[in-house]
């Protein structure tokens, strides 16, 4: 145990966290040259395709450290001194880590299975708003922090720069910062080395998550788990005491559910089979689970015998915080014979998306369906984007919303913390009649922006137009400043990040987290479509929006819908108030057309009998006006 090593790369995205990982898997030929290729750790063909980290990834490194030992000798009474080199094998278990705000929770339960941090800092762009969130994260866990400047070959590196920020932000010395380029493999041999000298050695005594417990017990945490067609559920786990052998029976803690160890490993990055995991040690169970809810992470692996479960001192590691989805949109199929494939595809994905919450949600318009609840829209787009690639799946997205507490006046139903009395409202649906409404609450946010200077006055004006509420001011050089604000988790719902990145000549960056709920003026608006209410397209927005809003969604539904054989009113409402409205005239047929003579009175008595009938069919219903998938989505990027 003492030559193991448990660290992750931290860093803002793009800052090269993937491309520095790639390199030490070279340098230490954990792939051979062959197989290697870029963002060798991104196993997913979306990671590729977009440039980002979406999942955390563990990988095994067999690292070798020469250790200089001075030897002194003396002869013909001449004291010398020679130097003998020790070569001595270390293990490293890399976890490439997120760089992305909406995966927030993949670092953290990276962060909660090692003992160190690489720090990685682009030289070109300096400390971004993710690089300060995820070191909070890593200062929480008590991990050993290793300042590395990347991306030192280009051009516009400003080392100097850089490096004095790194040193107020962390406090640490000039000469403990790492120079390295993922690009040119520069400064990975010295990251491997301060890994294995500066980051210590799991301990089962020292680590903070740990309970008091007996020598023999075996605890294994679950930070990560993954779906296998052929072996059922795979868990990522870090072994804190004792071990786990394949053929082992194991025991769930929290879940109570008992199953076999069918087999145990580590990542190369692929699974390599060792039959054995050892305290310290990150690696892999195959539970032989087959049902989603039987292996959750966070969880606590132990051995099963009879033994330790009358051991009273025996208890589940503290796991992972529950975590607190910021938006929630529906998640329908088109074909409503394709719910049942889409139920199985949301229960596997949910087993390597911990982040992600769903239950079941039946909409009049789309059928059955599931309410999804995620940490950001990047988030939510990733997580459709999978469900259609790797389930080849057709999908409806509602539009995103949050989570909203109503209060109502002498309502008994709700839910009761605090004293107060409300109702959790995820969709416009939820909302009750207006007349009974006393309040509505929303989820405020925390925010930070980081970007230089001469963008200050672009941002302020954007986030006030936003309904932010300026805090203050930091100032992490001459040049960059960190401006902090609580806003509305609505206001940066949906395009907010984008116009963050315009405003600021993209070099702006945020960070969010959960505030908590605050006063709003904010009401339910329905769209009739043929003076139907169309339930999916009911959105919550503010009062002095209403109109701008309302207007927004009947135009693009009268550029989007077809016409039909009467006329469709397409109408925004509040409550019985209409607010803005639409019409899309009624197909025309020329009845006339097979007329080929004759007195013109036949011609009037076709056009009186045509009229009639649109008449009728006006009065009597106004038919089923079909609603394309594109529609929703128009409507959801506004």
């Known amino acids: 145990m003492n030559n193991i090593r448990n660290f992750c790369i931290i860093a803002h995205i793009d800052h090269g966290k993937s491309t520095l990982a790639d390199r030490m898997l070279e340098l230490t030929g954990t792939i051979e040259k062959r197989k290697m ?69 993949e670092v953290s339960r990276s962060l909660a299975a090692v003992e160190g941090a690489v720090l990685l800092v682009d030289a070109s762009q300096g400390i971004q708003a993710q690089t300060l969130a995820n070191l909070y994260l890593a200062i929480d866990q008590n991990l050993t922090i290793i300042p590395v400047i990347n991306k030192i070959d280009l051009p516009a590196a400003n ?182 494939d889409l139920r199985e595809a949301m229960q596997k994905l949910k087993l390597s998306d911990a982040a992600m919450v769903y239950e079941p949600e039946q909409s009049e318009a789309l059928g059955h369906g599931f309410r999804c609840g995620f940490l950001g829209l990047l988030h939510l787009e990733i997580f459709q984007e999978r469900l259609k690639r790797e389930f080849n799946l057709d999908l409806i997205i509602t539009t995103p919303s949050v989570a909203y507490r109503v209060y109502t006046n002498g309502d008994t139903h709700g839910t009761h913390g605090n004293n107060e009395k409300y109702i959790t409202a995820k969709t416009p649906q939820e909302f009750p009649d207006p007349s009974k409404i006393g309040a509505i609450k929303e989820p405020w946010v925390k925010l930070d922006i980081v970007a230089p200077k001469e963008y200050t006055g672009n941002i302020i004006k954007l986030v006030q137009a936003k309904r932010g509420v300026y805090k203050n001011t930091e100032y992490i050089d001459e040049d960059k400043i960190i401006l902090h604000y609580n806003i509305p988790m609505s206001a940066i719902l949906t395009d907010f990040y984008n116009k963050v990145k315009s405003v600021s000549s993209g070099y702006a960056s945020i960070n969010y987290e959960y505030l908590d709920y605050q006063s709003a003026d904010v009401v339910k608006m329905d769209i009739l479509v043929a003076e139907n209410i169309i339930q999916a397209l009911s959105i919550i927005v503010y009062r002095d929006e209403v109109f701008k809003r309302g207007k927004e969604i009947v135009k693009i539904l009268k550029e989007t819908l077809q016409k039909e054989m009467f006329v469709v009113k397409l109408q925004a409402a509040i409550g019985s108030n209409i607010i803005a409205a639409e019409r899309i005239s009624a197909m025309s047929k020329d009845v006339t057309a097979k007329l080929y003579g004759g007195d013109v009175t036949r011609k009037r008595k076709l056009l009186e009998k045509q009229k009639k009938g649109k008449k009728k069919m006006m009065a009597s219903g106004k038919g089923s006006v079909k609603i394309p998938s594109d529609a929703f989505i128009k409507i959801l990027k506004i």
Request: hydrophobic share 35%.
């Open 37 to 105: 290729k870029e963002q060798v750790l991104d196993r997913m063909d979306l990671e590729r395709e977009r440039g980002i980290t979406i999942k955390l990834q563990p990988v095994r490194i067999n690292y070798q450290l020469s250790i200089i030992h001075p030897v002194k000798s003396c002869g013909a009474g001449i004291l010398s001194e020679t130097k003998l080199f020790n070569k001595v094998n270390y293990e490293l278990n890399l976890i490439d880590t997120p760089g992305h705000v909406d995966f927030s929770y």
């Open 159 to 340: 080392i100097k720069k850089t490096s004095n920020a790194i040193v107020k932000l962390l406090g640490c010395k000039e000469e403990e910062i790492i120079l390295a380029s993922g690009k040119t493999g520069k400064g990975v041999e010295e990251i491997l080395q301060a890994v294995v000298e500066r980051v210590p050695a799991p301990h089962v005594e020292t680590r903070q998550c740990l309970v008091s417990t007996t020598a023999t017990a075996t605890r294994a945490l679950i930070f990560d788990s993954n779906y296998d067609k052929y072996r059922g559920i795979v868990a990522y786990v870090k072994i804190v005491n004792g071990k786990i052998k394949k053929g082992d029976q194991i025991y769930l803690m929290s879940n109570k559910t008992q199953s076999e160890a069918l087999d145990v490993g580590i990542f190369k990055p692929d699974y390599q089979s060792t039959n054995e995991l050892k305290t310290g040690e990150i690696g892999y169970i195959v539970t032989g689970f087959k049902e989603v809810n039987e292996c959750e992470v966070g969880d606590t692996i132990t051995t099963f015998n009879n033994q330790q479960q009358q051991d009273n001192n025996i208890k589940p590691l503290p796991g992972y915080k529950k975590i607190n989805p910021m938006v929630f949109a529906g998640i329908f199929p088109q074909e409503g014979n394709d719910f049942k």
